[in-house]
């Protein structure tokens, strides 16, 4: 055996050992056992320290010991009822080490474990995941959702559905529900408000999970997730750092047995016949604040690491960035042209390079004659006139240009990647900004909601040139 499996062993089971915040004589009994039955020394319960609940998991589940994960499993067991009791805390943790050691485990299932600064919310809370939709899961869960809420609840678990909570925000008066995004964040504005109100009507499964929890939250392994139930089993400590760990199970149309054998499972392992259930839901005109609710609502309404959609408004004057309540500042027309010019141009970007040979410079000539005329018609509708657009060949004009702009999205706060919203130069000499072209929209004179840039009459003009 590696000594990295025994670090591993000596994490899974200080884990295990605190998990109730209890530790006591036939615990310290049975780590001794541990210890002397995987030679455990105490650089490897040092080493354990820097190590998290699931890479030590993961380090077992690979390690290609013969046998270990059996053994391991059996002697985690022991450890939980050697105190004669299997408390609450301990099973939610053995229930993942079943799920990931036990062969015969029903479950397809992985441990995760995060910062808690990131994300997190209350032990034993249940949460549908899923980064794309998928029909037949929803519909399961819509047709038996009040079996599984309750086969949940009695088990000590809360079932977190993101669409019920949604359509609760939705059946609520929206000045009542504004109020309270008010009274909650006194200092947004009402445009930060109107926007943050939107975005969670809109809110999806997906959504939350591709631009809450991996992108606001950092947590990339949750970006290409398949339907599934992600399960908070506790906290600990990495070093110095408090962690959340989670186990994630996959479910698919038949969710409701899942969760049926889960429980069964889950309640098989516990000592007591009786623990604390959670009853409180959220009804008419009654908003929680605490635990996942309180979560959803801070990540709205705490404006950081947010992937932002962009809005141009020419006829203000304004490149916006609705979902961090900003707007980019300190610019002229010229900037703001230029940056729509960018967009426009998307991928492509503009290439400003003197090329080399004659004819070459004769095509680079042409060339940029038709990137002017593209920028002096954005300039117009700007608010310029088209003869007096600044003529971008000239360096010592176009450089400032630049330098304001970038300077301008640098000074941004709360986004998400901030560098895929400056200018950059790629390895050819093209400068460019690179943003997923479904988050550029603008605002229109014959329309009171921006459209996407290349339904737009900017983009359209733009494109006739």
């Known amino acids: 055996m590696l000594k990295g499996h025994k670090v591993a062993i000596a994490r899974i089971f200080a884990d295990l050992i605190k998990a109730d915040r209890i530790v006591d004589t036939g615990e ?16 490897a319960r040092i080493e354990a ?39 609450h ?3 939610l943790l053995m229930i993942a080490l079943t799920t990931l050691l036990d062969s015969n485990q029903p479950f397809n299932g992985e441990v995760i474990s995060i910062p808690r600064a990131s994300f997190n919310i209350d032990i034993a809370t249940a949460l549908y995941i899923e980064s794309e939709y998928d029909p037949d899961t929803n519909n399961a869960i819509q047709t038996h959702y009040r079996s599984i809420f309750k086969e949940f609840q009695l088990a000590g678990f809360h079932f977190v559905y ?44 997906g959504i939350f999970c591709k631009d809450l929890l991996c992108n606001k939250c950092g947590i990339p392994e949750l970006r290409n997730t398949m339907p599934s139930l992600l399960i908070k089993i506790g906290n600990s400590f990495v070093g110095e750092d408090q962690y959340a760990n989670y186990l994630k199970i996959d479910v698919d149309e038949d969710i409701a ?22 009853t409180s839901e959220e009804r008419d005109n009654q908003f929680h604040f605490h635990g996942f609710y309180k979560q959803l609502l801070d990540l709205f309404l705490v404006r950081r690491n947010i992937r932002s959609a962009i809005q ?3 006829y203000k004057e304004e490149i916006l960035f609705p979902d961090i309540d900003s707007k980019a500042m300190g610019l002229h027309r010229r900037e703001r042209a230029l940056y729509a ?33 593209r920028y002096s018609v954005i300039y117009e509708m700007f608010g310029g006139g088209k003869e007096d657009a600044p003529d971008l060949s000239v360096p010592e004009i176009r450089r400032p240009i630049f ?63």
């Open 257 to 278: 047995v899942t969760v049926q054998t889960f429980v069964d499972r889950f309640t098989e392992m516990l000592s007591a016949d009786m623990y604390v259930v959670n």
């Open 89 to 91: 805390p301990e099973a």
């Open 312 to 314: 141009l408004n020419p």
């Open 162 to 205: 993101i669409p019920k909570i949604i359509d609760h925000y939705k059946n609520t008066d929206a000045g009542l529900f504004k109020d309270i995004l008010s009274f909650l964040a006194p200092s947004m504005s009402e445009t930060g408000f109107d926007n943050t109100y939107k975005s969670l009507m809109k809110m999806t499964t």
């Open 341 to 373: 010019l960018l967009l426009c141009q998307g991928k492509e970007g503009i290439n400003f390079n003197l090329p080399k040979s004659a004819d070459a410079l004769e095509r680079y000539n042409r060339r940029m004659k038709h990137i002017q005329q």
């Open 49 to 87: 320290r820097e190590v998290s609940f699931a890479e030590a998991l993961n380090v077992i589940c690979n390690s290609g010991v013969q046998g270990l994960k059996e053994d391991l499993l059996g002697d985690c067991r022991s450890m939980t009822v050697s105190d004669g009791f299997c408390a």
């Open 403 to 465: 330098s304001c702009l970038k300077r301008s999205i640098k000074n941004l706060q709360g986004l998400y990647n901030p560098e895929d919203y400056s200018i950059t130069k790629g390895a050819d000499g093209s400068f460019s900004v690179h943003i997923e072209q479904e988050l550029v929209y603008v605002h229109q004179f014959d329309s009171d909601e921006p459209v996407l840039l290349k339904e737009s009459e900017m983009y359209r003009r733009w494109s006739q040139i």
């Open 28 to 43: 310290m009994e049975c780590w001794r056992n541990i210890c002397q039955k995987y030679a455990i020394d105490r650089d």
